[in-house]
């Protein structure tokens, strides 16, 4: 458009009818010849070019030219182009290219306007619209009726990736490798299953790093979009749970750590232990230091809750502790207390020891969850 515009005749002459005060038709002709050699018009008569007639036009267009209209050297993408085209260019000004251009570059912004609710560029519209129907506070997200919620409190993210930097199991992606237990990219897929719908492997990552997440509230405080992105999370695992994607804490709880401990040590340590190094679970420093105090057993709410923590939990968290000063790790990945922990970090914070039982109790649920995945991937042919 810009090319065409450049080489135009019909636009030369509808600026110097709206812009010029000449009245001299031998300036008029000199500023034409001046046009064609410095600018790139073309006119269907060609004007002299005489240096004498170039100066003189020179001197016109800088007295009323000059002031206002850039040199199209300026823009060197569309001056190439328009000598480029320069032996069509009668062709296309007798057709009004420019105006055909024109029209063109118009329909094709108004359609980049219809389809943007579609694009990523659309945040800076949800955003504000976001923000103002929840009038800037943090409102419980309301699931539609996909169950796990969609609309613009989905299309507000701006990819800024906050909610992600200061997620609290953000470690946990460094070991697994699944992106999908960062707020950013759970929201993505999340998106997807809302409105295509997830299966497979796409599906079992996207339970995988929702059940992972703590509930701890940081990617909702954070939040610049001002979403509501814990209410999603939790939507998203009812949903989840519902079709049967519950994930490993289910299926372990179908079992008994006896039956667990005899099968984790038959499938020996995924990949990244093999390869990851030792983690808490496996130095010996981590609970050498525990004395069996009970303190981290009496003020664990889950114990708490529980009329019969021998019968509901198996082991309480000082004897998690005491199995792995025993070397029995793969007795201890299948224990419900690892399973049912919420990891609030009581025991931790009180431990006169200062062992890391919360730490080392989501380790484990970790550990155990990988081994069933490389399970069932190396049975699936994957």
């Not at 010029?20 to 010849?33: I, N, Q, V, Y």
């Not at 949903?239 to 984790?264: V, Y």
């Not at 502790?321 to 609030?344: I, P, Y």
């Not at 200062?354 to 989501?362: E, F, K, M, R, T």
């Amino acid at each position: 458009m810009e090319a065409s515009k450049i080489m135009s005749e019909a636009v030369y002459d509808r600026m110097i009818a709206e812009y010029s005060f000449l009245d001299d038709a031998r300036e008029m002709e000199a500023l034409r010849a001046f046009w064609a050699r410095e600018y790139g018009v073309v006119f269907s008569v060609t004007p002299q070019d005489s240096p004498e007639f170039l100066n003189l036009g020179k001197a016109v267009d800088a007295d009323n030219c000059a002031s206002c209209h850039s040199d199209t050297a300026s823009a060197f993408v569309s001056r190439s182009l328009a000598s480029g085209l320069f032996f069509t260019a009668r062709a296309m000004n007798t057709s009004r290219a420019d105006l055909v251009f024109r029209h063109v570059h118009l329909g094709l912004c108004f359609l980049g306007l219809a389809l943007l609710p579609f694009g990523k560029f659309f945040h800076p519209v949800a955003v504000s619209a976001n923000l103002l129907v929840r009038q800037g506070k943090h409102v419980a997200e309301r699931a539609e009726s996909s169950g796990i919620g969609s609309g613009v409190g989905l299309d507000a993210c701006s990819r800024c990736g906050e909610c992600s930097l200061h997620c609290s199991v953000a470690p946990v992606f460094a070991v697994l490798g699944n992106a999908d237990i960062l707020p950013s990219e759970k929201l993505r897929s999340l998106n997807r299953h809302a409105v295509d719908g997830l299966d497979g492997r796409a599906l079992e990552l996207f339970a995988e790093g929702s059940r992972i997440c703590t509930e701890c509230l940081r990617c909702t405080d954070i939040c610049p979009s001002g979403m509501d992105l814990q209410s999603l999370w939790m939507a998203s695992r009812e949903h989840l749970a519902q079709g049967r994607t519950a994930g490993p804490n289910a299926e372990i709880r179908m079992g008994h750590p006896k039956g667990w401990a005899t099968a984790f040590m038959e499938m020996g340590e995924f990949e990244a232990e093999r390869t990851g190094g030792d983690g808490l679970a496996d130095r010996a420093e981590s609970y050498w230091a525990c004395v069996q105090c009970t303190t981290c057993t009496s003020v664990c709410p889950v114990v708490a809750v529980s009329s019969d923590p021998t019968r509901d939990l198996d082991f309480t968290p000082q004897q998690i502790m005491n199995l792995l000063r025993m070397g029995l790790k793969d007795q201890a990945l299948g224990v419900r207390m690892v399973w049912s922990c919420t990891t609030c970090y009581k025991c931790q914070e009180h431990c006169p020891q200062n062992i890391p039982v919360a730490d080392v109790l989501y380790e484990l649920r970790n550990v155990a969850a990988a081994r069933l995945r490389e399970q069932r991937e190396k049975r699936e042919g994957r």
